[in-house]
């Protein structure tokens, strides 16, 4: 049932209500570090003590107490959650007893802001962990053969330094062996102390026996049961039979702090009734007595106590000291007295300041949020001044801009925001609290510290800009480079720390991966014909409490490669075959090839020729259109089939290209041409013979139709200057009255004749006399051709002039 008073929590309205405690919780001796004893924030609702609605942002922190206090005996969590952190030792901790507790503060917040100081109050079960103990673990007594019935020899009490009050309290009994005359002798004393004893039943006979062993037993009345055991001898002798007797068994007395050190503060004095050195006292403290106290004063033999190391003990203080006055017999004698001393503080001390930041880093160096708000709880501050009266009254003041010093009473304050801070504006404060008392003459203690802003993730990462654009190429390894990506983050810390992701289409598997510093690479080889170009976003995320993120657009275009050759989709299967009908009002085109290529661009942009099957030079394939065409004129002799393998090339670099045979058979018509003979064959990579001689004809008979053309303008213009002249210089002759000679066809002074068979050639002109001729007759030239139709081309034509008359003019001329 004691193991479960652990958890057990109480709440005193009494205790509350006297000693300003807000709870008060229970918990034994010698739990384990981590030992549960309450929920601070439910307890603190349901006595009312808290009253909010809203729990989530709840915190609270236990405020550091001082060197001298139990700072490191529990812990609370930011939920509320009280354990023990070590170890708890009643007896390390408490006074004899005495009700073991020790307090603590705890500082409440919702979310920055401060709402209240809880103090709480843990009393400390003493655990029966202590055996009652003897000074010693054999005392030797003696009783004298002349001791009678009755006669009493004292023995040491024993010691429990549990704290409680059942594990402290000793029974004792005897264990002896059966017919010894010896029994226990038990009273109580002062303080919860025994006087103990051997009594004799009977009188003793040393001759008989001299020396008896007995034993006694102490038991407390813990649980579980502790006992101690003290060996006791009896030697049959002369004994000392009477113990010092204090003057004064209770002793209070009060002291200032500035005692010297030098003078007795009191001189405890015992009287023994025995002789020698049954009757000489001597004094050292009891086991009782608490190590701070023996600390603090010094106890001699003759029973002198001296104050040392109380100059500075501050306001009053209390301690009890628990002396043995022992005589010198055998065994010795003793008895027991209790002193009292308080000590007052008379002297004027400075103020002592203890600050407990809520967030401290360093030894006066605190951390605040940059997005802390006005009215946030920064620190608990309390002044420490034990002097007497008006040495004892303290103020204190903070000047600051930014932070302000409350004062909730009793030597307490608190600091809090008093306007908003900014980390890129000032990233620390330095300020300092000054305290002063109001002695005569005033005593001051300033306590200089730092408050640290830290920064805040409240911007979100940057990219240096919207969309980023990159170009790779396909038919590449695996992490091949794509491009950098750059983001910024004014941030600091974890805050500026950034870390890069692709955000997956909800169809889309991405080909790619970034690095945390924004470089973007292939997890494989990129097909442009499966994915011209890819568009995602990037994902940038920073390291700060929470993580802000942004995204930018990235679109990567895969630039082609000319690994796909060219295929022919017509015709679409190898080898095609084709059956063509010609006849003379035929066109010249037959059909068109049709190819394709996945690839792009020039790597996609196709050539056709003809390879082999084409020795009659009778087709051509345009090489762009890829349509397939006579080259000539088809005659009847050229009926038959042909076997055209055909190439279609890209333009790529290397070239790729596809072949195909196209087995062609022609039929012409009858009405076509009968033969196809030599002259008509030429080789593919010569002009038309046809071509050559009307071009070489046309070119000739214009030339000279142009001479010809000239040549009559010059005649014309000389005859018309001559018949001038002559009417100038002869009047009398008369138009038409001179004969006219007509040239005939033989005479004619330009007759051209022509022998098919030796060419054109032109005759030599008769030459006639001036006065044959007509000199006003002029007969027209007329063209005409020299030759039968079927002998030449009909686009070839030799012209010849038949007749002319040239008056008074010199024919070698022209």
Known sequence: ???????????????????????????????????????????????????????????????????????????????????????????????????????????????????????????????????????????????????????????????????????????????????????????????????????????????????????????????????????????????????????????????????????????????????????????????????????????????????????????????????????????????????????????????????????????????????????????????????????????????????????????????????????????????????????SPPLQTKREFSIQVMDVNDVRPQFIKSTFKFLTYENEKSNFPVGFINATDPDLGDGSKLAYSLENGKNQILPFKITNYGFISTIKSLDREQHKSYSFKVIVKDNGSPSLSNTANVIVEVMDENDNAPYFTFPSVNPFSLDVHYHPQSKNDITVLRALDRDSRENAFLKYNIISGNEKQLFTVNTYSGMLSFSRKVYQNDAGSYNLLLVVKDSGSPVLSATTTLSLTLTVSNRTSPMLTAAHIQSSDMIDINLVIIIVVTAVVISIAIVVIITICIVRCNRRRTMLHTAAMNPAMQPGREKCLMISQSNNPFAITQNPEEGVHHSTPSMRSRRDFCPEQELPVEWTSLTSPGKMPASVQVVSIKETWFPSHDLSKI
């Open 1 to 439: 049932m004691e193991d479960m008073f652990v958890h057990i929590f109480v709440v005193s309205t009494f205790l509350h209500s006297c000693s300003s405690v807000d709870l008060t919780y229970y918990v034994e001796e010698g739990k384990l570090p981590g030992t549960y004893l309450g929920d601070i924030a439910t307890d603190a609702q349901e006595i009312h003590i808290l009253l909010l609605k809203d729990h989530s942002q709840i915190t609270f922190n236990e405020l550091p107490q001082r060197q001298t206090s139990s700072t490191a005996l529990f812990n609370v969590t930011r939920s509320g959650k009280l354990y023990t952190t070590q170890l708890i030792d009643a007896e390390h901790l408490c006074m004899y007893n005495t009700e073991c507790f020790k307090t603590i503060k705890i500082a409440v917040r919702q979310a920055e802001t401060f709402i209240k100081v809880l103090k709480v109050r843990v009393f400390i079960k003493d655990v029966n962990d202590n055996e009652p103990t003897f000074p010693k673990k054999l005392v030797k007594i003696d009783f004298s053969e002349t001791d009678r019935k009755g006669t009493m020899k004292s023995i040491p009490n024993a010691v429990d330094k549990d704290v409680g009050l059942l594990n402290s309290k000793i029974t004792y009994r005897l264990r002896k062996s059966a017919g010894e005359p010896f029994t226990l002798f038990v009273a109580e004393k002062e303080f919860g102390t025994s006087k103990l004893g051997i009594v004799l039943e009977k009188s003793l006979d040393r001759e008989v026996k001299d020396v008896y062993k007995l034993q006694v037993i102490a038991k407390d009345e813990g649980s579980p049961i502790k006992i101690g055991i003290l060996e006791v001898q009896i030697f049959v002798t002369d004994i000392n039979d009477n113990r010092p007797i204090f003057s004064h068994s209770m002793n209070n007395i009060s002291i200032k702090n500035t005692h010297p050190p030098n003078v007795p503060i009191l001189v405890l004095s015992a009287t023994d009734l025995d002789s020698g050195n049954n009757g000489n006292v001597s004094y050292q403290f009891n086991s009782k007595t608490p190590e701070i106290a023996k600390e603090k004063f010094k106890l001699t033999k003759n029973g002198e106590i001296y104050a040392q190391g109380i100059r500075n003990l501050g306001k009053k203080q209390s301690y009890k000291l628990f002396v043995d006055a022992t005589d010198g017999g055998n065994p010795p004698l003793s008895s027991i007295a209790m002193v009292l001393i308080n000590v007052i503080n008379q002297q004027n001390t400075p103020p002592e300041l203890d600050i407990n930041f809520v967030s401290q880093l360093q030894e006066n160096l605190a951390a605040i949020s940059e997005k802390i708000e006005v009215g946030s709880f920064i620190a608990y501050v309390s002044v420490i001044d034990n002097d007497v009266g008006k040495n004892g009254e303290v103020s204190c003041s903070l000047n600051h801009d930014k932070f302000q010093l409350l004062n909730l009473g009793s030597k307490e304050y608190k600091i809090i925001m008093k306007k908003p801070v900014n980390r890129e504006v000032t990233d620390h404060y330095d300020m300092s609290i000054t305290c002063e008392d109001a002695g």
